[in-house]
């Protein structure tokens, strides 16, 4: 089981950047798909973005493409969001999950969740 732990959240104006980062624990970080989610208050969890385990394939969520960039190192067992443009509708906590079998999907069905980094864009 790999255990996750988000950072790189803040406080951010409209049409700035943020770049998340979550760290990964575990021999078997490199097996595992992962994704970003986001949740605001009031809201149920949305998919972000997704990177394959080797890193060569990535979707992301209509409202957040061509703004947003996944990343991953294994090397460092890190995976990354790299945020642009960001909006106020972007304020949400975000989520880093891990598995090494979900791909392709929107639905929080992966097995491995990080504890949430807030992310808040002021307009």
């Known amino acids: 089981q790999v255990q996750l732990v988000e950072s790189g959240g803040g406080l951010v104006q409209a049409g700035g950047s943020l770049r998340l980062s979550c760290a990964a624990s575990?021999?078997?970080?490199?097996?595992?798909?992962m994704g970003w989610f986001r949740q605001a208050p009031g809201k149920e969890r949305e998919f972000v973005a997704a990177?394959?385990?080797?890193?060569?394939?990535?979707y992301y969520a209509d409202s957040v493409k061509g703004r947003f960039t996944i990343s991953r190192d294994n090397a460092k067992k890190k995976v990354y969001l790299q945020m642009n443009s960001l909006k106020p509708e972007d304020t949400a906590v975000y989520y880093c999950?891990?598995?090494?079998?979900?791909?392709?999907?929107?639905?929080?069905?992966?097995?491995?969740w990080g504890q949430g980094t807030q992310v808040t864009v002021a307009s």
């Open positions: 575990g021999r078997t970080f490199s097996s595992y798909h």
């Open positions: 990177i394959s385990w080797s890193g060569d394939s990535t």
């Open positions: 999950a891990a598995d090494p079998h979900v791909w392709g999907t929107a639905k929080p069905d992966f097995r491995a």
